[in-house]
């Protein structure tokens, strides 16, 4: 039905480099991740190879210094890289941030030897991260995980559940925050584990609404020995560690959600313009052309919103705050677009025949994960009110 090609987002972008670097991307994306991606997402396939691929074109390590295989690339650059990807499927980009965000405690609390040792692999050498934060018990209260690491002699020991990981099961990597401690966020110390380690094991896959190509599962720790050389930060630096990777974090699901918003305004505006009821094209009819006009305002605010908390980021100043109002803004954007884009497209919409249903699955989850909405406006009200009474 749809006939209309979308055209590609106007970028605005600071180099010459960054504008080769998107070409790239969307040749990646409109070859190779695009026409595969109803399928294997319908039969849960995960995409390994795609990230081998983006590994070998240096799309993994793109925020990261370049000493250490990284791409040098600001992160304004890197999460128009994102939306492109998750544009294309969701499973890819969200896969891409999640495991930046896996690379962000060792690449900024590592120490120079641990960087040198650990990071070329992780950011170019094919491996794939997973971020081992949420428990079954602790999801929003995170300070209160219970994964323990004890001490035996040069290393720890470090067992419990870890509830919720992407790439469960199959990372090569995991950053594991574990309590080495007291209670309560001083407690808490971050390690990077091998994913082959002994002891460590991952559960089925949860069946998702959604993303079923992107495995998610719980990850379990049996006793799981590490170097104290793995240890990343000081003792009980841990949870420190992990607010700043989840600012950071954030700002990719922000990039994620726009992408996946515009790839529904794109196929709403095709199959708007191409179906005909009453003699014309529906696209002709003023209140769905409202409902579009709508659409690609909410999606050019968002993005606007995350590209300003990036700058941020980039030239050194807070950016907290910014970032939880991106990720607020982002992902409830692309639930409403989503939604409104099945509704464009009417009966056809609610079809797995086109892919607006499942921009709109895959939607919601992206409201949740690395802090739900509440939280997000929790921690914007701290930065505007102080702290709340208890």
């Known amino acids: 039905m749809p006939d209309r090609a979308p055209q590609p987002v106007d970028r605005q972008l ?6 080769d670097l998107i070409s790239l991307v969307r040749d990646i994306a409109h070859r190779e991740i695009a026409p595969k991606a109803a399928e294997e997402e319908d039969a849960g396939r995960f995409p390994r190879e795609i990230f081998g ?100 002699g040069d290393g720890w020991a470090i067992t419990g559940t870890k509830a919720w990981i992407t790439h469960g099961g199959v990372a090569d990597f995991c950053t594991v925050l574990a309590r080495s401690g007291g209670e309560g966020p001083r407690g808490i110390t971050a390690f990077l584990v091998p994913g082959h380690t002994e002891g460590l094991s991952a559960a089925p896959p949860e069946r998702k609404m959604g993303m079923k190509g992107s495995p998610t599962a719980q990850v379990h720790f049996d006793g799981v020995r590490v170097s104290d050389g793995r240890r990343i930060g000081d003792e009980g630096q841990g949870f420190a560690i992990a607010l700043a990777a989840l600012d950071s974090g954030r700002l990719g699901i922000a990039a994620c959600a726009i992408g996946v918003a515009q790839a529904a305004l794109d196929e709403a505006v095709a199959y708007a313009t191409g179906r005909e009821q009453f003699g014309r094209p529906i696209s002709h009819f003023q209140g769905l052309r409202f409902m579009l006009a709508d659409m690609a305002t909410q999606i050019e605010a968002g993005r606007a919103l995350y590209l300003a908390a990036a700058r941020l980021r980039d030239s050194g100043r807070p950016f907290a705050k910014q970032a939880a109002m991106a990720k607020l803004l982002c992902t409830d954007t692309a639930m409403k677009v989503t939604t409104d884009a099945v509704q464009v497209l009417g009966g056809y919409g609610y079809t797995a025949d086109f892919p607006v249903e499942r921009y709109m699955r895959e939607a919601k989850v992206l409201q949740i994960v690395e802090g739900t909405n509440q939280i997000q406006r929790m921690v914007i009200a701290r930065h505007l009110a102080g702290p709340e009474s208890h």
């Open 14 to 19: 600071p180099t010459d480099e960054a504008r």
């Open 53 to 152: 691929l983006l590994s070998d074109a240096g799309l993994l390590g793109l925020p990261y210094d370049s000493e250490y295989g990284g791409g040098d690339q600001p992160y304004e650059v890197y999460l128009q890289v994102l939306e492109e990807l998750a544009m294309a499927r969701l499973t890819v980009g969200l896969g891409v941030s999640v495991h930046t965000l896996s690379c962000h405690a060792l690449a900024n609390y590592g120490t120079k030897e641990q960087r040198a040792e650990y990071l070329p692999a992780m950011l170019g050498g094919g491996l794939l991260g997973a971020y081992c934060l949420s428990e079954p018990s602790s999801g929003s209260d995170a300070a209160s995980l219970r994964t323990r690491a004890v001490r035996t």
